[in-house]
């Protein structure tokens, strides 16, 4: 099978198409034959030094696939060849609490991903594509579409009359907007681009505000509310930005701590962070079951994915240079078959 494999992370040369025996699936396990693999911010900033966990070269890259099962191993009941699966973010979380084993399971950084052919991996790792989407559309859940409905869900679910702030219009984002809009809340988004805010109204955001123009666009947010604040906020900003979500956030509302994108990192304000009254909770993308919970939603919802661009499996390197580039809307996709 043909594999991509970052032998060094110096740059985005150092991703390399290699021929490599292929894999057999043990007992508990299915060969997959990857259809598609989709991009997450985490993917580049492995490349560029800054993933904040430990990522070690050598590995086939990117966390988020769709596929077919084309072969069993003894003693696969869960699955059948022909099936069509998506690959769960973390292998071994299956509920309750984070096991100990989620740093050593990290797709690119500490175990092998899946921009390859085909992959051997335990039936417990997979899940059913919901009907209704296609298998680049299915390869945008596992991460993005995943982290996104943990940020919503959570000890207190979001519903009709709650307001969503969602950061920027990365594949994160634009997710946690659909989802909102899905069980009737308010979305208020914030973006840097004119095109996108657009893109953003069209798919039910209520109000934009641009955080390149307004640096203290979190009390903008919050005067957009009538002065109560936003119930949740899906924090894919850091540093650069969490006291701007601190002005936005209601107290009792919650920030769902996810993202690293900025690069500035001034602090936080003790005093902010306890008069803002919220609550805060940080998310590592979510279990198995939750993933199962989204793909029922999704198949509910009839919600369809927002792929900015497909690329062949040939033009992964150009794949990550747009990814880098901050110019999608929505997620970044590379079909693995021709
Ligand atoms: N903890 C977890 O479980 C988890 C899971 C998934 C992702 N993440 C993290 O969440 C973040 C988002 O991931 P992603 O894959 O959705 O990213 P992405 O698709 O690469 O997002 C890129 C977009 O983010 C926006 N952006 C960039 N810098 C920003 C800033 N300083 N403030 C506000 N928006 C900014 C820009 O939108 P505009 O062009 O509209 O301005 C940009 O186009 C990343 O840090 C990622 O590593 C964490």
């Known amino acids: 099978m043909k594999a ?46 800054r993933y904040p966990r430990a990522c070690r070269p050598g590995f086939i890259p990117v966390s988020d ?3 077919e099962v084309v072969e069993t191993g003894e003693g696969v009941e869960a699955f059948r060849v022909g099936d069509r699966v998506i690959g769960a973010f973390h292998p071994r979380w299956f509920g309750g609490e984070m096991p100990s084993t989620i740093l050593k399971d990290s797709y690119g950084a500490e175990n092998d991903g899946w921009l390859c052919e085909l992959k051997a991996i335990s039936q417990e790792a997979i899940v059913h594509l919901p009907d209704g989407l296609s298998y680049e559309e299915g390869a945008t859940l596992p991460c993005a579409g995943h982290t996104a409905w943990t940020a919503l869900t959570g000890p207190v679910p979001i519903r009709a009359g709650h307001t969503v702030l ?8 634009v997710f946690a907007l659909q989802l909102a809009r899905a069980v009737g809340a308010c979305v208020i988004a914030t973006t840097s681009s004119a095109r996108k805010a657009e893109q953003l109204k069209a798919l039910g955001a209520a109000e934009i505000v641009n955080y390149a123009d307004d640096p203290k666009w979190g009390s903008s947010v919050r005067a957009l509310t009538g002065g109560r604040g936003v119930d949740r906020v899906v924090e894919v900003g850091g540093p650069g930005t969490i006291a701007q979500s601190l002005r936005a956030v209601a107290p009792g509302g919650e920030i769902a701590s996810i993202g690293f994108l900025s690069t500035e990192n ?15 909770r940080n998310i590592t993308v979510g ?12 198949a509910a919802t009839g919600l369809k994915p927002v792929i900015d661009r497909v690329f062949t499996f040939d033009q992964a390197k150009e794949a990550f240079s747009h990814l880098e580039s901050g110019s999608h809307f929505g997620k970044i996709v590379i079909r693995c078959v021709s």
């Open 4 to 49: 991509y494999r970052f032998d060094s992370f110096n740059s985005l040369d150092d991703l390399r198409l290699r021929e490599e025996a292929n894999p057999r699936p043990q007992r508990g396990e299915v060969l997959i034959r990857i259809h598609a693999v989709s991009l997450n911010f985490r993917d580049i900033a492995m490349v560029r030094g």
């Open 65 to 67: 696939a769709a596929g």
């Open 266 to 280: 001034p602090g936080i304000d003790f005093f902010q962070l306890k008069a803002s009254g919220a609550n805060f």
């Open 166 to 173: 969602v950061q920027g219009s990365g594949g994160v984002s």
């Open 287 to 298: 279990d198995r079951a939750s993933l199962l919970e989204l793909t029922r939603a999704v």
